[in-house]
C-alpha cells in the first residue's frame, strides 16, 4: 500500500478523528485510525467502541491500493511536525513509513482485518429530522448536558418524538433545559444521546444529513462523514413534572442589559444575588465578605415589593448565549422555587441558591 497527499487534508482528517480513539490504552487497536485506500478513494476510520467515525477523501494519490492502522494521535503528531507539503504513507512489512522529502517515520501497525466493524444502516429505521433543526436545537441544550453522573442517562440528551412535535432535553440537576420543535412526524420514539457524541455531531455536520436508529446505536451520516454512538440505555427523568405549571411573576429582561450587569458582578463571584424592585433590578455577589460587587439597571417591573433570589451565573449566561432576540421572560414563584427563562420555543428551568 502506498498513497500521498497534501498535510492539510490528513491534517484535517486525523484532527476530525481524534475524539473518536481510545485514549488511555495505546496497545489497544481502538487507539489507531484505519485507512483503506481503494482506487478511487481513502477511507479513514477511528473508534473507541462507543462512538465512530468515519470519513471518506478523494483527495490522495493511490500509488497502490491496501489497507493499514496506526496509533492516531502518534500520526497526527507527525503530520503537524512536517512542512506544508506532499506528504507518502507506504506499509512496509508490519510498519508504516511516512516520508516528506529528507524526512522519515516509522510506526508499528496492527492488523487491520482485526479492526472494530461499524454498524450499518440497512437494519435500522430512518428518523425524519431536519439537519439544522437537530443541529441548533442541541446546541440549545448542550450546556445543560451532565458528564461522569452516577445516573448514566443524565449523560446525555432526550430526543422525545411524538406525532405533532419534538423536544430536546438535557439537564445536569440544577437546570434543565427544554426545546419544543413543532413538527409533524411519522414515527414516537425516545432517545437519549450521550453528551459526547451531540458535541461531535455539532462540529461535522453542517448540511443535509440522514439519521439512523435502533435500539442501541444512532448512526448521523452525510456524503463525507459517518458517525455512530451506543445510545444510553435508561428511563430519563420525567422533566415536565420539573417544569413550574404557572408562575406569580412574569417580567421581560434586556438581554444586553443584564448581561452587561452579570459580567461586572461576575468578576468577583459567579453566585450572584439579584433584587427585583418596581423600577430597579440591582445584582450583587453573594456572600462576598471582603470583595463585593454591585451594578444596576433601571427597568420598571410589574412587581408590587421586592423579590430576591440568588442562582448560579453560569447558568443564566448559557441561556443567553443560545438566543438571539433582544429580550427574555423570567418566571418567579418563590425565591427557594425554581424559576424558569424562555425565549420562543427555548426554555430553562434553574434551581436558585438559597438564601
Known sequence: MKIATRKDIIESILINAQAFLEKKDPTNITSHIYLNASADEVVVKATDSEIGLEIKSNQFEIIEPGAFTANGKKLLDIVRSLRDDVIEFELNNNNL??????TKFKLPTFSYEEYPTFPNIEDKAKISLDAIDLIQNLKKITPAIDINNPKYELNGALIDIKKDKTTFVGTDTRRLAIVELIKESQEELDLIIPKKAIIEIQKLFLDKIDIYYDENSLIVKNDQFFLFTRLINGKFP???????????????IPKKEILEAMKIVNIISPEIKITFEPNLITLESLNSEIQEAKTTIELAVPIESNFIFALNS??????ISQIDEDNFEIGLNEPSLPFLVRSNNFLTVIMPILL
Open 238 to 252: 420525567e422533566y415536565k413534572r420539573i417544569i413550574p405549571q404557572s408562575t406569580k411573576y412574569n417580567l421581560t
Open 314 to 319: 453560569k447558568y443564566l449566561f448559557d441561556f
Open 97 to 102: 513509513i511516512i516520508k516528506q522529502k529528507k
